[in-house]
Every structure is written in structure tokens, then in C-alpha cells.
């Protein structure tokens, strides 16, 4: 089954942290197929802003019909999303791109920013042992005691108010998170670096690209990002974050 455009209502809608907002959609058909790592459009009730903002799916609940997006405000669009309301309705395009694979390994979930909320549906449906490692600015902690009913929560801050002072490497090296398969989503920075920590240790790792979309479904070609082989459409070394990734093996990306 393919992607779906629906009229989602609004069932909830909350302010996490700083910026930071946490909205629940009924959207019984999309919620049917997601799976962790995917994302859905959303077009905001202002016709003058006619590109949809991508955002992360946080949370499935199939059963219910529910889709849950934690979202940063970043510009007028997502601010005007903060003002929604429960029982308001919004139009959403999704499941879009391609989720993560899940293995029944050991592993690490690496989230940072506002590539936390995308690991925590992973961490509610992946089996076996598992260590989260979450990254932060400060002690805001948005999403952390959520984590904690699916495994090891180690943390990390920028400004050292919690957990490892640096970044989630640094967390991961000094308290000792271990797995055999690396799951992430973050800023590309701290993807460059679990890529090259993965790299050194032999460990497979699958990260979830953050970049600007336009279309989100692979048309535009606006979101490209460099590859170590040819893509079969433009036939260069790059591939489309919105519909070949956001999820891609590190081994095959260039950051």
C-alpha cells in the first residue's frame, strides 16, 4: 500500500519544552502502515504557504487510527501549527520515505535533538536489549522519562547540566552503551560522527537523514545527498533524502 493524503483531526496538542510541541492526528488510514523512521507532510491552513512542512512520525498507534508528531518550531509554518488546537483539522500526506530495518541485535538508538522523538515509536517496537542514547542542549529533556520504559537511557548535554558533557559519542564512550547495530537520527554533524565511530568498530549503523524538503516524495529533487553510487534517476552520486532515505546504511551515504 502506498501513501495516503487525509484530513487528519487534531486529538491533542502540547508544549514539551521550549519551542518544542507534541500533537496527536487521527489519521486511521496512515497510521495503518507506518513503521519508525517515516515521516508525513503536513500542510498548514494557510493557503499562501503552499509547501508542507516533513515531520518525523513519533508515535503509531494502529489499533487507535493515532499518529504522534513532536515537532520544533522553525518558521511561520510550524509556528502557526503550535496554535492548533484539539478538535481542529489539518491535511497530512503519508507514510512517507523509507523507515529502518529492524534487527533483532543488540542495539544502540542514538537520537539528538529534534531527532529524538523519530527513535522513540523505534524503541517502543524494537525486540531484544536495547541502550538509548539522547542528546541534548540543556536539561530540557523532552521524550526522556518515555524512553526509560524501553531500555537503558544514557544522556548527554551540551552545556553539561545532565549526564556526559558533550555529545552522544562522548555519552556513548564514557558510560559505556553498548550494542552490534546503531540506530540514529540527528543534526548531520552528529551523524558524521556515529558514521565514523561505526566505521571504526565494525558495527552496522542506519541513520536518518535531517535535510530540506520541498515535494517530500522524490519530484523536486531538493533534498539530495551525496552517495557512494550512481542513483538510478539522475544517474550521479546522490540520492533523494525524502524517497530513497530518510533511513539510509551509513556505509552508503557521504556527509
Known amino acids: 500500500m502506498g501513501k495516503k493524503q487525509q484530513t487528519a483531526k487534531i486529538v491533542s496538542q502540547t508544549m514539551l519544552a521550549d519551542g518544542i510541541f507534541d500533537m496527536e492526528l487521527q489519521a486511521e488510514e496512515i497510521a495503518a502502515q507506518a513503521k519508525p ?3 508525513i507532510s503536513v500542510y498548514v491552513n494557510d493557503k499562501s504557504k503552499i509547501l508542507p512542512r516533513p515531520i518525523s512520525i513519533c508515535g503509531i498507534d494502529a489499533e487507535k487510527g493515532i499518529l504522534r508528531i513532536v515537532y520544533r518550531i ?9 496554535s492548533y488546537q484539539k478538535g481542529d483539522s489539518v491535511k497530512i500526506l503519508g507514510p512517507l520515505g523509507n523507515g529502518f530495518t529492524m534487527k533483532k541485535d543488540r542495539a544502540i538508538l542514538i537520537g539528538g535533538g529534534i531527532g529524538i522523538p523519530p527513535m522513540l515509536e523505534l524503541a517502543k517496537q524494537l525486540d531484544g536489549p536495547k541502550s538509548i542514547v539522547l542528546g541534548y542542549r540543556d536539561s530540557e529533556m523532552f521524550l526522556k522519562d518515555e524512553f526509560e520504559a524501553y531500555g537503558d537511557v544514557f544522556v548527554s548535554t551540551e552545556d553539561g547540566s545532565v549526564g556526559t558533557k558533550g555529545n552522544v ?25 556515529i558514521q565514523a565511530y561505526a566505521a571504526e ?9 535531517e535535510e530540506r524538503m520541498a515535494c517530500g516524495i522524490g519530484a523536486c529533487l531538493a533534498c539530495v545527498c551525496q552517495s557512494k553510487e550512481a542513483d538510478e534517476h539522475s544517474h550521479v552520486c546522490s540520492k533523494r533524502v525524502c524517497k530513497d532515505g530518510p533511513v539510509f546504511d551509513a556505509r552508503e551515504v557521504v556527509l
Open 37 to 39: 523512521g517515516q515521516f
Open 169 to 193: 559519542i562522548d555519552a556513548i564512550k564514557e558510560q559505556g552503551a553498548e550494542g552490534n547495530v546503531i540506530y540514529a537520527c540527528g543534526p548531520t554533524p552528529m551523524l558524521k560522527g
Open 74 to 82: 522553525a518558521g511561520e509554518g510550524t509556528k502557526q501549527m503550535s
Open 201 to 209: 568498530n565494525g558495527i552496522e549503523a542506519q541513520i536518518s537523514l
